[in-house]
T-cell receptor, first 115, second 115 residues
Framework: NAGVMQNPRHLVRRRGQEARLRCSPM?????VYWYRQLPEEGLKFMVY????????ESGMPKERFSAEFPKEGPSILRIQQVVRGDSAAYFC?????????????FGNGTRLTVT | TQLLEQSPQFLSIQEGENLTVYCNSS?????LQWYRQEPGEGPVLLVT?????EVKKLKRLTFQFGDARKDSSLHITAAQPGDTGLYLC???????????????FGDGTTLTVKP
């Protein structure tokens, strides 16, 4: 039973390029969350998606960032025109339901470095 | 905005010692989760506490949720090098019983257990 799969594990982009991060949730999970983690800090919520719907994007910057979770295929977090401040680890998590005590299962993250 | 403060930020101890780390907030949470994260990996859920005053034990780890559901502690007995990692607490929002994925994370306690 595969866990949450994220790729790539490491991504290097020059300033101004686009970064695409992919996340396949655990089998049977239809709720996907993206978090960002800076070094020696906790995780900061970015966006919550269900299939074909963005439910809550209150933690995502208004510009350059977008996310989708299509009917088929993985969830994608897209960062356009990257800047050095975008360098961070981006984690995806999935859960089977939205119950308040439903556990989150995290992937191993994508480490984005902007040069 | 709900905030979680974790203390201490860093902790280095010898194998066999006991330790306690804390997670405090001025806000009430519907539930609280503890995660452990190792370098290069995603957080792994250790426990969820829901009821004020609740105590849960997981082998050498004891988790407690404060009576007012604003704070929590994690106590490790006879620490081992394998306990080394970043311990994160995360609180579920009170204003809804759903959407556990939109959790507020603390910045973590980095624990090092020396053999």
């Amino acid at each position: 039973n595969a866990g949450v799969m994220q790729n790539p594990r490491h991504l290097v982009r020059r300033r101004g390029q686009e970064a695409r991060l992919r996340c396949s949730p655990m089998k049977g999970h239809s709720h996907v969350y993206w978090y960002r983690q800076l070094p020696e800090e906790g995780l900061k919520f970015m966006v919550y998606l269900q299939k074909e719907n963005i439910i809550d994007e209150s933690g995502m910057p208004k510009e350059r960032f977008s996310a989708e979770f299509p009917k088929e295929g993985p969830s994608i977090l897209r960062i356009q025109q990257v800047v050095r401040g975008d360098s961070a680890a981006y984690f995806c998590a999935s859960s089977p339901s939205v119950a308040y005590n439903s556990p989150l299962h995290f992937g191993n993250g994508t480490r984005l470095t902007v040069t | 905005t709900q905030l979680l403060e974790q203390s201490p930020q860093f902790l280095s101890i010898q194998e066999g010692e006991n330790l306690t780390v804390y997670c405090n907030s001025s806000s009430v949470f519907s539930s609280l989760q503890w995660y452990r994260q190792e370098p290069g990996e995603g957080p792994v859920l250790l426990v969820t506490v829901v009821t004020g005053g609740e105590v849960k034990k997981l082998k050498r780890l004891t988790f407690q949720f404060g009576d007012a559901r604003k704070d929590s502690s994690l106590h490790i007995t006879a620490a081992q090098p394998g306990d080394t990692g970043l311990y994160l607490c995360a609180g579920g929002p009170l204003n809804t019983v759903t959407n556990a994925g939109k959790s507020t994370f603390g910045d973590g306690t980095t624990l090092t257990v020396k053999p």
